[in-house]
């Protein structure tokens, strides 16, 4: 409860934050049309239903649905994170937000849309197996185990997992008008993905919206607008030559597990943290799981992606393994092309985890899809520049780059969530900067 109070009381700053900057917008016009030139300048004048439109369908399941289904879907969308979709009118839903899709023709509701599950929630319920009171206890060479009911826990319909973590309790949604510049004031606060109307009735808002209706919505990411930094590189000055180091952009602070950390143990931990991937050490495992991995040596990546390319006939048999195992048979089975079993029929795809062409994905058809290429831990240094960061985060398709010194050793991490906030604080200040000259003259 306490968790969802503070995250409650972030969301009003953030609304009220938003709703100054909206003030200051209209009134300061003339103002903000001598500051369209700069980086500033490039990141107001595109809008972020630019980024949505090349989107494909949402990934989503009826609140009906099991976790399995549910789990089936991720596999098959190759998203990192489905909607949960309810009838209208049924639910309040994440966070308190009204996000419904209308019928185009009447407006009429269709469905409303309340919150977000991904894999590492899903798989969070099945090791709190460990915990039920009625768990019965098997040797496995490291001393007791529970043994999980699966069958059991991964029948319970979806919506029962809503909230669980801190990305579920909230649905985001931005006004198709809303800027990339505001658009990244909501990522850089940690915010992974929002859902955008590709229209929508509301006039005069731009940025975070709790209440939208609209027929048809798009998820935009974190990695859409790295991208879109990418494409523009040109425009954005020099910012994107600075380095790491300069712009403060990594986090010295960084949790690892060590790499014979069973995963089933891995999962807990990150759970508890709010982690949705960490870096796998070479040392010995820790007494609490996590352990701060500055100076050790980073072998690989254990994140929520790795876990959602699980498929659930094997789950079973793999979270009992060790986090290295667990990696290896994922990468063969990745390698394999397998398809998910029992997949939902008519799932859509959400986020960009693995699209390589933007077309929708029916997990029921049977259709190929183009798997990416094996995932691998991706490094930087504190002397790499922001652009060499973005380059390789778009090309690799990774939401974060561990930090390394010359032997390899940890050092720090740069995440998504600190690339667009430090090239947001550098267009602010450049803005800054131009306005300080316009008056000057």
């Given at each position: 409860?306490?968790?969802?109070?503070?995250?409650?009381?972030e969301?009003?700053q953030?609304e009220?934050m938003?709703?100054h900057?909206?003030?200051?917008?209209?009134?300061?016009?003339d103002?903000?049309k001598?500051?369209?030139?700069g980086l500033?300048g490039v990141?107001?004048?595109r809008?972020?239903?630019?980024?949505?439109?090349a989107?494909?369908?949402?990934?989503?399941?009826?609140?009906?649905?099991?976790?399995a289904?549910a789990?089936?879907?991720?596999?098959a969308g190759r998203v990192?994170?489905?909607?949960v979709a309810?009838?209208?009118g049924?639910?309040i839903?994440?966070g308190?937000?009204m996000?419904?899709?209308s019928?185009?023709?009447?407006g009429?509701?269709?469905?409303?849309?309340?919150?977000?599950?991904?894999?590492?929630?899903?798989?969070?319920?099945?090791?709190e197996a460990g915990?039920?009171?009625?768990?019965?206890?098997?040797?496995d060479?490291?001393?007791?185990?529970p043994?999980?009911?699966?069958?059991?826990?991964?029948?319970?319909?979806v919506?029962?997992?809503?909230?669980?973590?801190l990305?579920?309790?909230t649905?985001?949604?931005?006004?198709?008008?809303?800027?990339?510049l505001?658009?990244?004031e909501?990522?850089s606060k940690g915010?992974h993905?929002a859902?955008?109307?590709?229209?929508?009735?509301a006039?005069?808002?731009?940025?975070?919206e709790?209440?939208?209706?609209?027929p048809v919505?798009?998820?935009?990411?974190?990695?859409?607008?790295?991208?879109?930094?990418?494409a523009?590189?040109a425009?954005?000055?020099?910012?994107?030559?600075?380095t790491?180091?300069?712009?403060?952009?990594?986090?010295?602070?960084?949790?690892?597990?060590?790499?014979?950390?069973?995963?089933?143990e891995?999962?807990r931990t990150?759970?508890?943290a709010?982690?949705?991937?960490?870096p796998v050490?070479?040392?010995p495992v820790?007494?609490?799981i996590?352990?701060?991995?500055?100076g050790?040596?980073?072998?690989?990546?254990?994140?929520?992606?790795?876990?959602?390319?699980c498929?659930?006939?094997?789950?079973?048999?793999?979270?009992?393994?060790t986090?290295?195992?667990?990696?290896?048979?994922?990468?063969?089975?990745?390698?394999d092309?397998?398809?998910p079993?029992?997949?939902?029929t008519?799932a859509q795809?959400?986020?960009?985890?693995?699209?390589?062409?933007?077309?929708a994905?029916?997990?029921?058809?049977?259709?190929?899809?183009k798997?990416?290429?094996?995932r691998?831990?991706?490094?930087c240094?504190?002397?790499?520049?922001l652009?060499?960061?973005?380059?390789?985060?778009a090309?690799?398709?990774?939401?974060?780059?561990w930090?390394?010194?010359?032997?390899g050793?940890?050092?720090?991490?740069?995440?998504?969530?600190?690339v667009l906030r430090?090239?947001?604080?550098a267009?602010?200040?450049?803005?800054?900067?131009?306005?300080?000259i316009v008056?000057?003259?």
């Open positions: 409860m306490a968790q969802m109070r503070a995250l409650g009381e969301l009003q953030q009220a938003h709703g900057g909206h003030e200051r917008d209209m009134d300061g016009g103002s903000n001598k500051a369209r030139a500033c990141l107001r004048e809008k972020v239903v630019e980024l949505a439109r989107k494909r369908r949402l990934v989503e399941v009826p609140y009906t649905a099991t976790l289904h789990a089936n879907a991720l596999l990192s994170a489905v909607t309810a009838p209208p049924h639910w839903g994440a308190g937000s996000i419904v899709e019928d185009p023709a009447t009429a509701a269709r469905k409303h849309y309340i919150g977000m599950v991904n894999m590492l929630d899903i798989l969070t319920h099945i090791a915990h039920d009171d009625d768990a019965p206890a098997v040797e060479g490291g001393g007791e185990q043994v999980v009911d699966l069958d059991r826990r991964m029948s319970v319909p919506s029962s997992v809503i909230g669980h973590s990305e579920g309790l649905l985001w949604t931005l006004h198709p008008n809303t800027s990339v505001d658009c990244m909501t990522f915010v993905r859902l955008v109307p590709l229209e929508s009735s006039e005069n808002v731009v940025a975070v709790l209440v939208e209706s609209a919505y798009r998820m935009v990411t974190q990695m859409d607008v790295v991208r879109f930094l990418r523009h590189g425009e954005l000055g020099g910012v994107l030559s600075r790491v180091r300069d712009l403060g952009a990594a986090s010295e602070a960084v949790l690892a597990v060590a790499s014979r950390t069973k995963v089933i891995a999962v990150m759970r508890a709010s982690l949705t991937a960490v050490v070479d040392a820790d007494a609490h996590l352990q701060d991995g500055r050790k040596k980073v072998v690989e990546t254990f994140s929520a992606t790795d876990l959602r390319d498929p659930v006939a094997q789950l079973r048999s793999w979270l009992g393994t986090v290295t195992e667990f990696k290896k048979k994922v990468a063969e089975y990745r390698r092309g397998s398809k079993l029992d997949a939902v008519g795809a959400t986020d960009d985890i693995g699209d390589t062409n933007n077309t994905v029916d997990a029921g058809s049977g259709d190929e899809e798997l990416p290429p094996p691998e831990m991706v490094t240094s504190f002397e790499s520049t652009g060499e960061v973005v380059e390789k985060a090309e690799r398709h990774v939401h974060r780059l930090v390394v010194d010359d032997e050793m940890l050092r720090g991490v740069v995440s998504l969530t600190d430090v090239v947001r604080e267009a602010l200040g450049e803005d800054r900067e131009m306005q300080h008056v000057l003259e």
